[in-house]
C-alpha cells in the first residue's frame, strides 16, 4: 500500500509560481509512474503532466512550457513547479501512483489563483 501526501498549495497572483510536492511511502517508490491530476469546481479531474520511472514525462497542452515535473528517487518525491499561472489553472491537485494494475491517491492540495 502506498501512501501519498501533497503540500505546497496556496494562493498565488496571476502570473506567479508554485511548487507542489508529493511524498511517497510504503512502496518501491521509483518502479511506480507518478502524475499530477487537478480537478476544478464543476469539471472532471484531468491529468497534468506524468512521469514515468525512466523519467520520460508528458503534459497536458494546456500546461506545456509553463509547468515542470520532477522525480527525486531518492527522496520518494515527485514535484510539479507551476510558473506564468493563471486563473484557470485553480483547482485541487492530486498526486497518483500507477504500477500495473496498481493505483493509488493522495488527498490533495488546493491551488487558488487570483488577484
Known amino acids: 500500500q502506498v501512501q501519498l501526501v501533497e503540500s505546497g498549495g496556496g494562493l498565488v497572483q496571476p502570473g506567479g509560481s508554485l511548487t507542489l510536492s508529493c511524498a511517497a511511502s510504503?512502496?518501491?517508490?521509483?518502479?511506480?509512474?507518478m502524475n499530477w491530476y487537478r480537478q476544478a469546481p464543476g469539471a472532471q479531474r484531468e491529468l497534468v503532466a506524468g512521469i514515468t520511472s525512466g523519467h520520460n514525462t508528458n503534459y497536458a497542452d494546456s500546461v506545456k512550457g509553463r509547468f515542470t515535473i520532477s522525480r527525486d528517487n531518492a527522496k520518494n518525491r515527485v514535484y510539479l513547479q507551476m510558473n506564468s499561472l493563471k486563473p484557470e489553472d485553480t483547482a485541487v491537485y492530486y498526486c497518483?501512483?500507477?504500477?500495473?494494475?496498481?493505483?493509488?491517491w493522495g488527498q490533495g492540495t488546493q491551488v487558488t489563483v487570483s488577484s
Open positions: 497518483n501512483a500507477v504500477w500495473v494494475h496498481k493505483n493509488y
Open positions: 510504503g512502496g518501491i517508490f521509483s518502479i511506480y509512474a
